[in-house]
């Protein structure tokens, strides 16, 4: 049988090489690093988490959740490691990034069908092939892929937040919480008075910002939007939004602060923390003068600054199929943030279904289509779908079939939605699962 050739080891590519290894086919998975690095990528290891390390909500009433569950029954590789990997946060799925990435590339070293190439790919390789080098896909690549007809690329800027070492953080002022006690000391919480967050306000909005080639504010993605852009839309626009204080009691004060900055634990140990929602571009030197005024941070040591990046990514709706095979291109694929699925759980879902698509397009098999009663479809029809202001998207429930009749009560409807897919997933996953060897 031809090999498969799977270009790019992030959170898709891994996700893809696994589903056709799985089912027997040989897989050339072809990684640049640890040789080339994109400016966010750092670790040698696969799958890396570039910045936060949480994958958003577990709960079955949430479409981040629900598409967890569903990529967890169709024996997804992503969702074993961060299972196996995750640390404490509340609601939340966040793993060990260190060990998670470990966990991946492991079992992809160990996996006797999947040979590992480490090199730059400059060219579009000959199908059977799945593209999943991300939203930095290095620029020969990428040029490679807006030369074919049809494949224009898209644009948009996204930001990384900061992460700082736990034994840097003040604990006499900062406060162990999750929101409304969901979760056992999960979370460190940064409080604010009202004159605190004002002085604050005013320095982060003269800061000094690093310049960003061809940086434009409208090519800004909301769910990444920068806390200085956040600020500048009025005084209290942080503190109704990463910084806002509901669910939280301060225990020194005994009441709920004015304003909150939220540290999330980022590995088990709890020796390094992430500052949630400030994602920025700040310049280092003023992140550390800035945040330094943030009451904990005083002395804040900075295991990594926030940074502003480009977002390469396709039309998928002119270009993909619900599949994410391209058009035209038969036996050809594309998955992860470069086909406009936007986080992590989206990109490793895209590749599960890229992986699965040519894996059965390779053994002769009928295709099987994910209905958009489920997140996993939803996905694919999302990409898929016309649609001429075609934007970055994770999953969320606007995007999966609403039941009918319409359930008025929304926890209710939510939880009929995840009935539904998880019946139908089952389905999927009894006749997926009997074609594996
Ligand atoms: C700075 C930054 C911060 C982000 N923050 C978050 C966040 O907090 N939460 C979130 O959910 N998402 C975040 N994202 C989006 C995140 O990148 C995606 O969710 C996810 O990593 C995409 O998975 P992927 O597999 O498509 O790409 P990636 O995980 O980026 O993997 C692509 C891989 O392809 C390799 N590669 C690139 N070009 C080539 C080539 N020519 N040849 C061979 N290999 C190549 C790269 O080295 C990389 O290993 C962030 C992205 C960036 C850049």
Same mark, same amino acid.
């Given at each position: 049988?031809?090999?498969?050739?799977?270009?790019?080891?992030?959170?898709?590519?891994?996700?893809? #090489?696994?589903?056709?290894?799985?089912?027997?086919?040989?897989?050339?998975?072809?990684?640049?690093?640890?040789?080339?690095?994109? @400016?966010?990528?750092?670790?040698?290891? $696969?799958?890396?988490?570039?910045?936060?390390?949480?994958?958003?909500?577990?709960?079955?009433?949430?479409?981040?959740?629900?598409?967890?569950? /569903?990529?967890?029954?169709?024996?997804?590789?992503?969702?074993?490691?961060?299972? #196996?990997?995750?640390?404490?946060?509340?609601?939340?799925?966040?793993?060990?990034?260190?060990?998670?990435?470990?966990?991946?590339?492991?079992?992809?070293?160990?996996? @006797?069908?999947?040979?590992?190439?480490?090199?730059?790919?400059?060219?579009?390789?000959?199908?059977?092939?799945?593209?999943?080098?991300?939203?930095?896909?290095?620029?020969?690549?990428?040029?490679?892929?807006?030369?074919?007809?049809?494949?224009?690329?898209?644009?948009?800027?996204?930001?990384?937040?900061?992460?700082?070492?736990?034994?840097?953080?003040?604990?006499?002022?900062?406060? /162990?919480?999750?929101?409304?006690?969901?979760?056992?000391?999960?979370?460190?919480?940064?409080?604010?008075?009202?004159?605190?967050?004002?002085? $604050?306000?005013?320095?982060?909005?003269?800061?000094?910002?690093?310049?960003?080639?061809?940086?434009?504010?409208?090519?800004?993605?909301?769910?990444?939007?920068?806390?200085?852009?956040?600020?500048?839309?009025?005084?209290?626009?942080?503190?109704?939004?990463?910084?806002?204080?509901?669910?939280?009691?301060?225990?020194?004060?005994?009441?709920?602060?004015?304003?909150?900055?939220?540290?999330?634990? /980022?590995?088990?140990?709890?020796?390094?923390?992430?500052?949630?929602?400030?994602?920025?571009?700040?310049?280092?030197? /003023?992140?550390?003068?800035? $945040?330094?005024?943030?009451?904990?941070?005083?002395?804040?040591?900075?295991?990594?600054?926030?940074?502003?990046?480009?977002?390469?990514?396709?039309?998928?709706?002119?270009?993909?199929?619900?599949?994410?095979?391209?058009?035209?291109?038969?036996?050809?694929?594309?998955?992860?943030?470069?086909?406009?699925?936007?986080?992590?759980?989206?990109?490793?879902?895209?590749?599960?279904?890229?992986?699965?698509?040519?894996?059965?397009?390779?053994?002769?098999?009928?295709?099987?289509?994910?209905?958009?009663?489920?997140?996993?479809? #939803?996905?694919?029809?999302?990409?898929?779908?016309?649609?001429?202001?075609?934007?970055?998207?994770?999953?969320?429930?606007?995007?999966?079939?609403?039941?009918?009749?319409?359930?008025?009560?929304?926890?209710?409807?939510?939880?009929?939605?995840?009935?539904?897919?998880?019946?139908?997933?089952?389905?999927?996953?009894?006749?997926?699962?009997?074609?594996?060897?």
């Amino acid at each position: 049988m031809k090999r498969a050739a799977v270009v790019g080891a992030g959170l898709a590519g891994c996700e893809a #090489a696994w589903q056709l290894a799985r089912r027997g086919v040989p897989v050339d998975l072809i990684e640049m690093k640890p040789r080339l690095r994109t @400016p966010a990528h750092e670790s040698p290891l $696969f799958a890396e988490l570039v910045c936060s390390n949480s994958l958003k909500s577990n709960a079955l009433t949430n479409a981040s959740g629900l598409l967890k569950e /569903e990529m967890r029954r169709v024996g997804s590789l992503i969702m074993q490691a961060a299972d #196996a990997t995750r640390v404490p946060a509340g609601g939340a799925l966040a793993v060990d990034r260190g060990l998670f990435a470990r966990y991946v590339t492991d079992a992809l070293a160990g996996c @006797p069908s999947v040979r590992i190439v480490s090199e730059e790919v400059c060219s579009l390789p000959d199908a059977p092939a799945i593209i999943a080098t991300g939203p930095l896909t290095s620029p020969a690549l990428s040029d490679a892929i807006a030369a074919l007809p049809g494949l224009e690329r898209l644009y948009f800027f996204d930001a990384a937040a900061p992460i700082v070492t736990g034994e840097s953080i003040d604990r006499t002022r900062a406060f /162990e919480a999750a929101r409304y006690d969901k979760g056992d000391g999960d979370y460190l919480n940064c409080p604010m008075t009202e004159a605190e967050y004002d002085a $604050f306000i005013g320095e982060l909005l003269c800061a000094e910002t690093a310049p960003v080639h061809g940086f434009e504010e409208d090519r800004l993605y909301e769910g990444c939007m920068p806390v200085e852009s956040i600020a500048r839309r009025g005084r209290l626009a942080l503190a109704y939004g990463p910084m806002r204080p509901v669910g939280l009691i301060d225990p020194r004060a005994g009441r709920r602060p004015f304003a909150v900055v939220q540290l999330r634990r /980022e590995n088990a140990e709890g020796t390094l923390w992430n500052l949630v929602g400030f994602q920025t571009r700040l310049r280092f030197g /003023e992140q550390k003068r800035v $945040f330094g005024m943030i009451p904990g941070l005083e002395r804040a040591e900075f295991a990594r600054y926030g940074v502003m990046h480009r977002n390469t990514y396709l039309h998928s709706p002119s270009i993909l199929n619900e599949r994410f095979e391209a058009r035209g291109y038969r036996g050809l694929y594309f998955a992860g943030q470069i086909t406009g699925v936007e986080g992590y759980l989206p990109s490793a879902a895209s590749g599960l279904i890229a992986g699965i698509s040519l894996a059965r397009d390779m053994l002769a098999l009928a295709q099987v289509v994910f209905p958009g009663c489920t997140a996993l479809g #939803a996905l694919g029809r999302y990409v898929s779908s016309p649609n001429k202001d075609y934007q970055p998207m994770g999953i969320q429930y606007g995007l999966i079939d609403t039941p009918e009749p319409r359930i008025r009560n929304k926890r209710l409807r939510a939880e009929r939605v995840a009935e539904r897919s998880l019946e139908t997933i089952e389905n999927i996953r009894r006749a997926l699962e009997e074609e594996i060897t």
